[in-house]
């Protein structure tokens, strides 16, 4: 049975993709058809380094990244449950045979925009190489229908030397810890993102994030109690009538109804010991 030309071009894709990704990732792929998940790769970042006189290769960061063969767009319709549930960031890989490269385009965008447009009914994936930013990250074309834009983080040669390399990692490493922090912040439904530029945050209010911001601000007081009872008991400086202040914001909402978790009046009562005992 004769091999049909396009799907071979697709594998020699996949072959060279997987080569030049190999030069600065650990690589791992589906091994067949129906083990296909919406990516052609996944891959661990790695940096040679020097270690008692021999190179080492250190893990870093990981992500999943479907190769291309070119920059068209991308329909990601049928992959939206499996996007909304990746906990790795994505990526795009677009693959030139002739200048045997690698553009690799970003999907950093896709946790703020599930939070931020919620699930969409067409989603597709536009791959542009100018800067993009969490304001313009997203065009729509129809109800329920979205482009999101993947911007181009770099371009890797097959003989890239390893300067080349190294600052393509570097690259990848800095988008990849923003997503995966992205993706925690979505999965705790805490809704706080980071970007590079200014301004690097973005906040989201909604519908997720108004069923549990309670619950996140508890969290995040037990936390501030905490330090400062470490703070007392290693012999710290402390601000007093700042550890007051947050003190109050636990005795106001109480005095109105709040019914805190233990774990958040517990640490009020230890901090409140402590900093009474302190003076």
């Known amino acids: 049975m004769p091999h049909l030309a396009q799907t071979r071009k697709g594998w020699q894709n996949e072959h060279l993709g997987s080569f030049i990704l190999s030069r600065f990732s650990f690589c791992a792929s589906p091994i067949t058809v129906s083990d296909d998940l919406g990516s052609d790769f996944f891959c661990c970042l790695f940096d040679v380094r020097r270690q008692k006189g021999v190179q080492v290769v250190l893990p870093r960061n990981s992500f999943a990244i479907q190769i291309k063969s070119s920059a068209l767009p991308i329909d990601l319709t049928k992959k939206i449950p499996y996007l909304l549930g990746l906990e790795i960031p994505f990526f795009v890989g677009v693959v030139n045979q002739e200048k045997p490269s690698l553009k690799i385009y970003s999907g950093e965008y896709l946790p703020y925009f599930f939070s931020w447009k919620g699930r969409p009914r067409r989603l597709r994936a536009k791959l542009v190489d100018y800067r993009v930013g969490p304001d313009s990250c997203c065009e729509s074309f129809g109800t329920l229908k979205w482009r999101l834009l993947f911007p181009l983080v770099t371009k890797v040669s097959a003989q890239a030397s390893q300067g080349q390399l190294e600052d393509a990692v570097s690259r990848l490493q800095g988008i990849c810890e923003r997503t995966q922090g992205n993706?925690?912040?979505?999965?705790?439904?805490?809704?706080?993102?980071?970007?590079?530029?200014?301004?690097?945050?973005?906040?989201?209010?909604?519908?997720?994030?108004?069923?549990?911001?309670?619950?996140?601000?508890?969290?995040?007081?037990?936390?501030?109690y905490l330090n400062f009872l470490w703070m007392i008991r290693n012999g710290r400086i402390v601000d007093k009538a700042e550890v007051r202040v947050y003190l109050d914001v636990f005795r106001n909402l109480k005095k109105r109804g709040t019914r805190f978790p233990r774990r958040v009046s517990k640490r009020y009562s230890e901090l409140r010991a402590a900093l009474n005992a302190n003076n």
């Open 183 to 224: 993706i925690m912040s979505r999965r705790a439904e805490e809704h706080i993102y980071t970007f590079a530029g200014r301004p690097s945050t973005r906040m989201l209010a909604g519908v997720g994030s108004v069923k549990y911001f309670r619950e996140n601000f508890y969290n995040r007081l037990a936390e501030a």
